[in-house]
């Protein structure tokens, strides 16, 4: 009877172990879960911010144009008020996309804010369906080089009222929130470890098409490059 007593309280003794040991595990699961999602919040987790660029145009188009470019840069304004009628009606025609990396690159040799602004509010408005109108509202806004007037969320505010259907609560609560702010530094840390230099850099199906002094990119060219791929 001693002896059957005795394994009773062994038994009894290695249930309350386990018992307990499954208490420190769960707590210990628990604690891995809360502690994830706190990483997650305050961006230790990992990256978990979607660095996709910003495509234009039918995804199933033959040819694809990449465009690294900075809202405050005069040399993008250039590019865009020389090629953007050519790029809209190769885009029209489903003959290109077009994908655009925003950058911070004036802002990071000059200082100010602008570029990052104005990257996070097209961000803003391809939330609403309006990026390409705001993209292009902003260049035809461009202000002087020294002059970081899109660092103002009432300016690019203002500016978004010349685009049909984009100014309201929500565009303002993600411009003036800065919604899209880690994007924005990502994808320019993202530039940064490219190898490209400046703004604008313009690849065509990754080939590099734009800068080359001797013999420059015109639209006639563009096209003709584009279409030679459908």
Known sequence: ?????????ASGKRTRNLKAGGVVVALLAVAGVVGAVINQQSGEGGDTVDT??????????????T???DFRCPACRQFEQEFRSTIRGLEKKGKLKAEYHLV??????????GSHRAANAAMCAKDEGRFREFHDVLYRNQPGEQDDAFASDKTL?????KVKGLDGPRFRKCV??????????????????SGHQATPTV???GENVYGNRTEPLTTQGLKKMVEAKS
């Open 203 to 205: 690849l065509l199906d």
């Open 1 to 9: 009877m001693r002896e059957q007593r005795d394994k009773e309280r």
């Open 104 to 113: 911070t690159i004036i802002d990071d040799n000059m200082g100010g804010s």
């Open 52 to 65: 996709k660029p910003i495509t234009v145009g039918t995804k199933s188009a033959p040819a694809k144009l």
């Open 157 to 161: 505010i203002k500016l978004a009222g």
């Open 67 to 69: 465009v690294y470019e």
């Open 176 to 193: 003036t929130k800065g919604t899209h702010d880690a994007w924005v530094q990502k994808t320019g840390a993202a530039f940064k470890k």
